[in-house]
């Protein structure tokens, strides 16, 4: 394929650029599956040269696609949204693809635009020319692919694929806009990835009529699972875990906080589901996957003065379990640095968050479209404005040395912090090491 071609340039700034100027995918003047299938014709229809699970679900998606891609190694895995670079998105066997290859995709699917030209409804989106290049990077360089629905499940471009397993994470308040304003509704959008043959797995709070009868008999609730849980400190867990096909004991998941507990059983239902299907899956890649898998930016612990803890959250139910880890983990509050986009529930995720917070920083994410800070100041009065997240985290770590900041309210944030720390040489803590280094991380 073009993307192994040495003489290929990386991603020119202008190809991103361009990209990212069609980012509010959502918003088109027609929303339909379409333009993907289109694009797809065009490539010789690369998502059907591997075989696929599709997951779908408002909040844990990203974890449960990380420990089942994870099991298999040389898997593909198609991520969304990314923190900081577009090549997050698209890896195999966990290694992301390179700027050389990002290119080469980038220009077979803008000469797929081209041939299909005629067929396309409207200017593709970048969701659906970011699936189109993962869908065509993974052809013939992997037999099998863990994909992650971008928005909602029956129009999302990934919706083309025709899997093995279908995954539904959690349904929750987010993106009404798009999916509906009720949870039945949202329920309905995400049970669109649903065919008529797979096993389909459900996390807790997911039985929705319109969930249960699209997958009938085929129906896998990974709410029955009951773990039992070691504490481990600072929200680890060993965990021990009888399913359906065997016992679980002592799992490690390197990913903090009781809601992953949730998480993790999905991922070990489907991971089942999988291996009956006859992916390469056993007990030990399972644990394996589990006691090695990461997710950043997902309550990812620095260590240093202060610690720091980075998460995504971005929707009233992601802040609930942020808060859950808070009132668990940090009693005595922590110092919030907090930004988010215009389109989200902020004011909601303010009030949920404001028991656990001594003090607060409001700042912004260094997108066109984050809400200003100053706007607020009416969920938290008492709060700071520093207009850049740089600015906020110096601010909040001179100010309040001895107090753990959480920077938390959007993707995009926690991308940047992320980076910021990175920068600064701070380290990611594990569960086993928790609290045995101390670095200043700006």
């Not at 073009?2 to 991103?16: G, Q, T, Y």
């Not at 773990?227 to 875990?241: I, M, S």
């Amino acid at each position: 394929m073009s993307s192994r071609e040495p003489h290929i340039a990386p991603l020119k700034d202008s190809d991103i650029q361009k990209l990212f100027s069609r980012r509010n995918e959502y918003r088109s003047i027609r929303y339909d599956l379409s333009n993907t299938r289109a694009l797809c014709r065009a490539l010789g229809d690369p998502q059907r040269s591997f075989r696929s699970v599709l997951i779908a679900g408002t909040n844990g998606k990203g974890a449960v696609a990380q420990w089942i891609a994870a099991m298999l190694p040389g898997a593909g895995l198609y991520l969304s949204p990314h923190l900081t670079r577009l090549n997050e998105r698209i890896s195999v066997g966990g290694i992301e693809i390179d700027d050389v290859g990002l290119q080469a995709v980038h220009d077979d699917v803008q000469q797929a635009v081209r041939d299909a030209a005629p067929e396309l409804l409207y200017p593709p989106t970048y969701f659906e020319l970011v699936t189109a290049m993962a869908f065509h990077y993974f052809r013939d360089r992997v037999t099998h692919a863990v994909v992650e629905v971008g928005l909602g499940g029956r129009l999302d471009a990934t919706n083309v694929l025709d899997q093995d397993v279908s995954v539904i994470t959690s349904i929750g308040m987010d993106h009404q806009e798009y999916l509906g304003d009720t949870l039945d509704a949202i329920a309905g959008e995400k049970a669109g990835i649903i065919k008529d043959r797979e096993p389909v797995v459900i996390g807790p709070g997911c039985r929705y009529d319109s969930i249960v009868d699209r997958a009938a008999d085929r129906l896998i609730d990974a709410g029955r699972l009951r773990p039992r849980l070691t504490e481990l400190g600072a929200g680890f867990f060993a965990v021990d875990v009888a399913t359906r096909r065997r016992r679980y004991p002592r799992l490690t998941p390197r990913l903090a906080g009781r809601h992953q507990i949730d998480n993790l059983a999905v991922a070990l239902s489907a991971a089942e589901a999988l291996e009956d299907a006859g992916w390469p899956i056993d007990a030990r890649s399972i644990h394996k996957a589990v006691d090695t898998a990461r997710w950043p930016g997902r309550l990812e612990l620095f260590d240093g003065n202060p610690r720091a803890i980075v998460d995504g959250a971005h929707n009233v139910d992601a802040m609930r379990a942020v808060a859950g880890y808070l009132a668990e983990y940090h009693p005595a509050g922590v110092t919030l640095v907090f930004g988010a986009m215009s389109e989200k529930d902020h004011r909601g995720m303010l009030r949920i968050l404001a028991p656990h917070v001594r003090r607060a920083v409001l700042t912004r994410p260094s997108n066109d479209r984050a809400v200003d800070p100053a706007a607020l100041l009416e969920s938290m009065p008492d709060a700071l404005v520093v207009d850049r997240l740089a600015g906020a985290m110096e601010h909040a770590r001179t100010r309040f040395p001895d107090n753990t900041i959480l920077v938390t309210g959007s993707l995009y944030l926690a991308g940047e912090a992320r980076a910021i720390l990175s920068r600064a040489g701070a380290v990611a803590s594990r569960a086993d090491e928790y609290g045995t280094r101390s670095r200043n991380w700006i």
